[in-house]
């Protein structure tokens, strides 16, 4: 037999066939084999939903930003709006009654007429908020204001509990508690930093900081003490 390089075809005809058959034998290592077309399908079928969910992921979180970000906008230019429309006031106090207990510390008691002037904003007073009795720049006492809340345009009493420092007590003072002969006038001065929250029915629109300075002149720090005058002034914060 003769041999054959690697690699030929074999064209040798075959005595059992007809002379014009031929049988074509190719060698095992150069036989290539090609997936089938529904391969590529199927690759591309679990490919493509993979990049269909990360598109879809991106447009959702950018409507969602959009979305917040429409919403940040419109609530700032409906607060704009309703700060210009009802534009809300700081409350009117008035000292209505003083008392004075206990002389060698004295306790301060003051009874207070508290205004709302808007009539569409309600005010919530948190209960933190200091108060303080002052006599010629000097404080002669401190205490808190309590919790308060106004609808529009309500008017209420409230106490205010001021008590003495453990300083000792100006002279001024002194003779206006003890003197029992003559109504001794003394012209003191209340200060107030209170926080209001501002509402519109359920709206929480505004935090503000109220400080409230009221000069008052009373008859007497001892018993039957009578305001003679008062000027309170609240500027907001």
């Known amino acids: 037999s003769v041999s054959r390089p690697v690699g030929s075809l074999d064209l040798t005809p075959e005595e059992d066939y007809d002379s014009n058959t031929y049988v074509v034998q190719v060698p095992k290592d150069q036989i290539y084999r090609v997936?089938?077309?529904?391969n590529a399908r199927i690759v591309e079928k679990y490919r493509n939903p993979m990049n269909k969910r990360r598109n879809s992921c991106c447009t959702r979180v950018?409507?969602?930003?959009?979305?917040?970000?429409?919403?940040g906008i419109s609530i700032g230019i409906t607060l704009v709006i309703l700060h210009k429309v009802y534009s809300p006031k700081g409350a009117i106090l008035f000292i209505a009654d003083v008392h004075v207990k206990n002389q060698s510390r004295p306790r301060y008691e003051f009874t207070m007429k508290v205004k709302n002037p808007n009539e569409n904003v309600a005010?919530?007073?948190?209960?933190?908020?200091?108060?303080?009795?002052?006599?010629?720049?000097?404080?002669l006492a401190s205490g808190?204001?309590?919790?308060?809340?106004?609808?529009g345009g309500d008017s209420r009493n409230v106490r205010i509990t001021?008590?003495?420092s453990n300083t000792v007590v100006p002279d001024e003072v002194?003779?206006?508690?003890?003197?029992?002969?003559?109504?001794r006038a003394v012209s003191l001065q209340l200060e107030m930093n209170l926080k209001g929250e501002m509402n519109i029915g359920f709206l929480n629109l505004w935090s503000k900081d109220m400080h409230v300075v009221c000069d008052f002149k009373v008859s007497t720090l001892r018993t039957g003490t009578k305001v003679l005058s008062q000027k309170c002034d609240?500027?907001?914060k």
């Open 35 to 38: 997936p089938p077309p529904e």
């Open 62 to 71: 950018c409507w969602i930003i959009l979305v917040l970000f429409v919403i």
């Open 123 to 139: 005010i919530s007073y948190e209960n933190d908020g200091d108060a303080f009795l002052l006599l010629k720049k000097k404080k």
């Open 144 to 151: 808190k204001f309590p919790q308060l809340e106004q609808e």
């Open 162 to 164: 001021l008590t003495g």
């Open 174 to 183: 002194s003779k206006s508690m003890h003197d029992k002969k003559t109504e």
């Open 234 to 236: 609240t500027q907001i």
